[in-house]
C-alpha cells in the first residue's frame, strides 16, 4: 500500500536533480549526519537519500501524526500494513525485518536502541526540516541496531516561522498539531506538540475493530547553541498514548468469548549532542541520550506490563590528514527490558564500543569510505563490523556507488509477532545467538534532463534469524534461531520528470526474499510482495496550490499462517490530493483509497475455532487495507 501521492512528487522535485537548479544546489550541499561524515550529499561514497522540509511538510496534510505514509514512498522502503489489532507496523528497508532499521532523531535513538512496531506512529513531522536514510547493513556506524540501515530525522532550526495545523478525517480521526520557534543571538529554541484522537471503528461490522482508536499527545522542545567554534543541542521528548481494539460492545470471537485488546505507552526521553571545533580544523564532539518506555499491555485474558530503558554516550574525533577524512570514536550502550511477570524474557546488556572511518578521494573520479567497529557484547561477546562504499564519477552525469557491509542484531524478544500478542505467552529465551548479517549494494544515477534515473540492485543475508513460533505446549510461544538464513535480492527503479510546473515519477521494485521453511527446504518470505509499483503526478497552481494523483501496485504476497488462503490477490490502489493556499492560511482534501481496496472483500479478518493464530491471536495478518476509501480535509497555517 502506498500513500500519499504528493509525498513521492515532492521527493522526486527535491531529491532528483531534474528538478531546478536552485533546489538542486541546496539538496547537493547538505551535510549528512546519518553517516557521521562532514562530505556533502553528493560526495558521499554511501548513498544517502534526503528528504527535505518541502516533502515533510506536505506530509502532514495525509498524516500529521506519524510518518508513516512518507516513509513508504522511498524506493526500497515499505512500511507493513498495520495489524488487525493495535495497528503497530514496522518499516522495512530492502526487505529487512523492521526491528533492524535504526531509527535516529538529530543522531540520537530517541525511541530506544530498538524501534518497536509503534514508534513511527507517534512521530509527528512538523517539527522536521529533513528526512536522511541509508540502506543496508550499517553496524559499523551504528552497532547492533543497524542490520537493514539507518533512518536519522533532523529536526527544524529555530529559524522563526512557527505553524499550526488542523485536521480531520470521515474515519473519525482528528489530529491538532503546533511548532513553535524563537531563534536568539546564539541559537534559539524550538516546541513542537501534538494532541490525536482516532475513533475505534468495525468497518464490515463483524465485531472486531479494524482501525483501533486511540489517544496521543506529544510535546518536545530543543534548544539550540551556537557560539563560534562551539555548538550544542538539546531535547526532550513525552509522548503518552492509548490504544484500543479487539471485539466491540458484547461480540465474541470463534471461542465465543469476549476478546479486548489495549495499550498504554508513557515515554520520555533526553538527549544532547555537542562539538568544539579546534584551531587545527579538527572536531570533538560527543553525545548522549537516555530513554524510557512503558507499556501496559492487555491481550485477551492476558494482561502484562512492560519497560524499556536505554542509556547511550559517545564521544568522537573528527580530523583530517591529507586526503583522508578521519572519525574516531568511542561508545557506551545500555539496554534494558524488563518483563516482572513473565520470568526469562527480559534482558540486560551493556555494550562498551569502538569506531573509525576514513573517507579520501585518492582520484577525481573515486571517492571511498571504510569504517569499522568493534562491539564489546557482556553477554554476546566481540563483534567486529566492517563497511566499504566507493563513489566512481563515470561521467558529469552518471554516478555509480557500490557498498558491502557486515554487522550483527542481538537477541531480543521484540520481533514482530510478539509485539502484536504481548510477552504473557513467551517461554523463556534459551540458547540463542546473535543475528549476523551482509549486504551489499550498486546504486547508478543517470541524469539526462528533463529525467532522472536511479537504479539499485542489492543483496542480504541474515544468518540464525530470530523466529516466532509455536511451543510444545499449547498456546505458548518460543522464539528460535531458524536454521536456514534469510537471502534477500532485489532491485529498485526510480524514474522523475520535472518540466515547468508538472511534476512526475515512476517508481518500482522487485524483491525476491527467502527463508527457512518448517517442512524443510525454502519458501518466500511471508507479506513481501515481489514486485510492487507506483506512478503519481503532481500539478502546481500558479503559486494558488497544488493538484495530484497517485496510482500504486502492490502484487501477490505469500501468507504462511491464514487459514483462509495462501497467497493474496494484487491490489490496485488511487489516491487524489488538492490544496489551496490563501495568504498565510491553506486548505487541504485529500481522499485515499479511491478503488476500495479492502482485505474482508476477500477473505475474513476472523480466525475460525479450529485455526487459532500464534499464542492465541484471533485475528490474521493485515496484507491489505482494513478500511475502504476515505477523506480527510484541513487547514493549516503560519503565526
Known sequence: MRHPFVLALMFAASNLQAAEPDDDADIEEITVVATRSRQLVRDQAVRVEVVPQEELEESQTVAPGNLTNLLNELAGARMDLPSAGLGGTSLRLRGMPGRHAQVLSDGLALTGSQTDSFSL????????????????????????????????LVSRPPDGESQWLLSQSSLGGSDADVFFSRPGPAG?????GSGHYQARRDEDHDGWAELPGYERATARPRWFVED??????????????????????????????TFPVSLDTRHVDAGMVGSIMRDDGSILGGRWYAVHTRHDHEFGTAAVDDSVTSFAAEATWQSKIGIHEWTLGAALLYDELSVPDVAGVGYRYTVPGVF?????????????????????????????????????????????????????????????????????????????????????????????RPFEINLS???????????????????????????????????????????????????????????????????KVGLMPEFSAEIAAIFELEGHGRAGFELSYTGPQEVHDDPFLSVTPSLLELNALAEWSFGKFSLFVNALNLTDEQQQDHSPLLRPSTAPGLGGNPVVDAWAPLVGRYFSLGVRGNF
Open 228 to 257: 563560534g567554534s562551539k555548538r550544542l543541542f538539546a531535547t526532550l521528548g513525552f509522548i503518552g498514548e492509548h490504544r484500543e481494539g479487539g471485539t466491540t460492545g458484547d461480540n465474541t470471537v470463534a471461542s465465543g468469548d
Open 457 to 523: 540492485t542489492f543483496a542480504s543475508e541474515i544468518r540464525h534469524p530470530l523466529d516466532a513460533e509455536d511451543a510444545p505446549q499449547p498456546g505458548r510461544v518460543m522464539i528460535v534461531n531458524d536454521g536456514e538464513p534469510i537471502r534477500i535480492r532485489g532491485a529498485e527503479l526510480l524514474v522523475g520528470c520535472v518540466i515547468g510546473e508538472t511534476h512526475l515519477l515512476f517508481n518500482s521494485t522487485y524483491m525476491d526474499a527467502t527463508e527457512d521453511s518448517p517442512g524443510g527446504g525454502r519458501r
Open 188 to 192: 534559539g529554541f524550538t516546541f513542537a
Open 121 to 152: 506512529l507517534q512521530v509527528p513531522p512538523i517539527d522536521l526540516s529533513r528526512v536522511e536514510v541509508v540502506k543496508g547493513v550499517a553496524s559499523a556506524l551504528y552497532g547492533g541496531s543497524a542490520l537493514a540501515g539507518v533512518l536519522n
Open 356 to 448: 573509525a572511518q576514513d573517507e579520501f578521494s585518492p582520484a577525481s573520479w573515486l571517492s571511498v569510505s571504510a569504517s569499522t567497529r568493534v562491539d564489546f557484547h557482556d553477554e554476546l561477546g566481540t563483534f567486529v563490523s566492517p563497511r566499504l562504499s566507493a563513489l566512481f564519477r563515470l561521467d558529469p552525469d552518471v554516478t555509480l556507488r557500490a557498498s558491502f557491509g557486515t554487522g550483527y542484531s542481538p537477541v531480543t524478544p521484540l520481533v514482530d509477532e510478539i509485539e502484536e500478542i504481548g510477552f504473557a505467552a513467551l517461554d523463556p529465551l534459551t540458547g540463542l545467538q546473535a543475528e549476523r548479517a551482509a549486504s551489499g549494494s550498486l546504486d547508478l544515477k543517470w541524469v539526462v
